[in-house]
């Protein structure tokens, strides 16, 4: 079945960051987007999404796409999210398209030179390059200091909540060379939705099982389950 059509409705959910964010593009436009400033998803997914159908006055069957963030980022929220709109799209037999994080960060900040950095924790964070849109290394998770020692001294744009976190020490050490988009930390829904309806149009329509995400780095529960196994 061909999903896209020019007034195709995508919804789009990103729990990879903190504030989280969902919305509603149509006919490859943003019409509906909000975030919250709490870090718990659980409760409130998916009551958020349904309170921003009844905002655009659309129900779940109006949706064409299910799109989502996905990852890296909080292992929790990643996983609520995901699990939430392979629930939705299952129960609506419609298409789940994930977009990475850092494709949606790269493609809110223009075509130049862009290091998406997404924040870790433990000091550490999510980071990859891009440069005219294309990835140019693959994403990795460490120090920020190591990351700007292989990114040069190139003028570089930074985005995402991991450079807003580290923005002393990215501009201390780049001496000139940096520059931040504004927000530094963008939502994320809206880009996500409309990354989607990119992929639709190239005849992209994945069922919901088919989803990956983009971990780079284990959880602890992983961890755990692993320094057990070799005792």
């Known amino acids: 079945m061909l999903y896209y059509h020019p007034l195709m409705v995508v919804l789009g ?3 990879t960051t903190r504030a989280g964010s969902c919305a509603i593009a149509r006919e490859g436009r943003v019409v509906f987007e909000r975030s919250s400033d709490t870090a718990e998803h659980a409760s409130r997914l998916p009551s958020d999404l349904m309170g921003l159908l009844e905002e655009a006055t659309l129900t779940l069957r109006d949706i064409d796409i299910f799109a989502v963030a996905t990852g890296p980022g909080s292992f ?3 996983r609520i999210g995901i699990a939430t709109m392979q629930g939705l799209a299952f129960a609506e037999n419609k298409p789940l398209i994930g977009v990475s994080s850092f494709d949606a960060l790269a493609h809110r900040a223009g075509s130049g030179r862009t290091a998406t950095w997404i924040d870790a924790w433990r ?4 980071a990859a390059l891009y440069e005219r849109g294309d990835e140019v290394w693959s994403p990795v998770v460490a120090h ?3 990351v700007l020692a292989r990114i040069g001294r190139a003028p ?3 985005t995402g909540d991991g450079a807003a976190t580290y923005r002393d020490e990215i501009e201390r050490e780049l001496k ?3 520059a931040f988009t504004d927000p530094v930390a963008p939502i994320l829904a809206g880009t ?3 990354r989607a309806t990119d992929a639709a149009r190239r005849g992209e329509a994945p069922p919901p099982h088919a989803i990956r995400p983009l971990y780079v780095r284990r959880s602890d529960a992983e961890r ?3 320094a057990r196994a070799v005792r």
């Open 176 to 178: 000139g060379a940096a």
């Open 76 to 78: 929790t929220g990643l």
């Open 123 to 126: 000091g550490e964070v999510y």
């Open 144 to 146: 920020p200091s190591e």
């Open 192 to 194: 996500i939705a409309l």
């Open 224 to 226: 755990v389950r692993d």
């Open 13 to 15: 959910l990103d729990t």
């Open 156 to 158: 570089t744009l930074f």
